[in-house]
C-alpha cells in the first residue's frame, strides 16, 4: 500500500510507501485521519538512511500507479512521465509489447500516449 502526503515543513507533496510513515498500520485505504500529523520517513536518496518529517496523509491507495492517477492535476507531470517512462522500459525488458511513444522535447522525457 501507498500513501500520497504533504509535508507539512515545504508543503511538498509525495507519493510513499506504508513502511516511511511512522506507527502506521492501516486496516484500508479510508483507515488513516486526514488532520493528523504523522511521522514520515523523507530520502533524499535510496542509500541515504533519511530522517523523519511530519506530514499529513493526503490519500491511501493499494497500488502506486492508482494514487497517480487519482491526483494527476496535483502530480508534477515530469514525475509522472519519468514514472510512466521507467514502467515502460521495465516492460520492454521483460518483453511485454508496449505502444510506441513520443516525446515533446529534448529537455524532459514526456511521453504522449
Keep these: 500500500m501507498f500513501a500520497y502526503v504533504r509535508f507539512i515543513d515545504d508543503n511538498i507533496r509525495q507519493i510513499v510507501p506504508l513502511d516511511h510513515i511512522k506507527d502506521f498500520c492501516p486496516q484500508d ?3 488513516f485521519e486526514i488532520k ?6 523523507w ?5 541515504d538512511q533519511g530522517q523523519y518529517y511530519k506530514a499529513q496523509i493526503l490519500k491511501l491507495a493499494g497500488r502506486i500507479l492508482k494514487l497517480y492517477l487519482l ?5 508534477n507531470h515530469f514525475i509522472l512521465s519519468t514514472f510512466l517512462y521507467k514502467i515502460c522500459c521495465i516492460a520492454r525488458n521483460v518483453g511485454i509489447i508496449v505502444p510506441a511513444t513520443k516525446y515533446s522535447d529534448n529537455n524532459h522525457q514526456n511521453l504522449h500516449w
Design 29 to 31: 485505504v479510508k483507515d
Design 36 to 41: 493528523k500529523k504523522y511521522h514520515i520517513l
Design 43 to 47: 530520502k533524499k536518496s535510496p542509500e
Design 71 to 75: 491526483n494527476i492535476s496535483n502530480v
